[in-house]
């Protein structure tokens, strides 16, 4: 089966102090991996996609990285702006169309 | 750039009414996706269209139906909802298979 694991739940950062966050998945045959910014009451905003191991995309003051069990999304100097929850998603086993969802990271910049 | 559009966004039905959901994909996406997510929780997979025939199906209630249309629109029709179909619903849309999905901004169904 699928599994999407997404770490911290939560994570509360200061302007300016930089982190990562973790995207674990278990499937097999990696077709891509997704991630997506969500805002309270409103749709995912994709932000990258991910297709091979030791690729990376950029996007402002965020990177995404993927290895072959996870992916890392690192936040440089953040602002309170990027407080959102970050989801990560990858495309299901079942050779259908859907996506798998992780649980999120909440993340909460303060001024 | 042109994004799904959902309506409506807000919807407010009592028990055992039913309601319909209404997407537009992005322009040229022949894939389209529905989603639900509760308060707190990430997006659970509904139903999925590719080239208006139905490609995969998740936890979709048996009172719950979905179909794309010729001009790659889809509708949700949901019946006899409980309280516990209150949720936001989500489509999203993509080009093919294990690309990239756009999400639309949702329709947050209230079941009273």
């Known amino acids: 089966e699928d599994q999407v694991t997404q770490s911290p739940e939560a994570l509360r950062l200061q302007e300016g102090e930089s982190s990562s966050l973790n995207c674990s998945y278990t499937?097999?045959?990696?077709?891509?991996l997704f991630w997506y910014r969500q805002d309270p009451g409103k749709g995912p905003e994709f932000l990258f996609t991910?297709?091979?191991a030791g690729e990376e995309k950029e996007k402002e003051r965020l990177k995404a990285t993927l290895t072959k069990k996870e992916s890392f999304l690192h936040i440089t100097a953040p602002k309170p702006e990027d407080s959102a929850t970050y989801l990560c998603?990858?495309?299901?086993?079942?050779?259908?169309?859907?996506?798998?969802f992780g649980p999120g990271t909440r993340l909460s910049v303060l001024p | 750039a042109a994004g799904v559009i959902q309506s409506p966004r807000h919807l407010i039905k009592e028990k055992r009414e039913t309601a319909t959901l209404k997407c537009y994909p992005i322009p040229r996406h022949d894939t389209v996706y529905w989603y639900q997510q509760g308060p707190g929780q990430d997006p659970q997979f509904l139903i999925s269209?590719?080239?208006?025939?139905?490609?995969d199906k998740g936890s979709i209630p048996d009172r719950f139906s979905a179909q794309q249309f010729s001009d790659y629109h889809s509708e949700l029709n949901m019946s006899s909802l409980e309280l516990g179909d209150s949720a936001l619903y989500f489509c999203a849309s993509s080009t093919g298979m294990n690309t990239e999905a756009f999400f639309g901004q949702g329709t947050r169904l209230t079941v009273v």
């Open positions: 998603a990858v495309p299901s086993l079942s050779y259908g169309q859907n996506f798998v």
């Open positions: 499937v097999s045959g990696l077709r891509g």
């Open positions: 269209f590719y080239e208006k025939m139905q490609s």
């Open positions: 991910l297709y091979s």
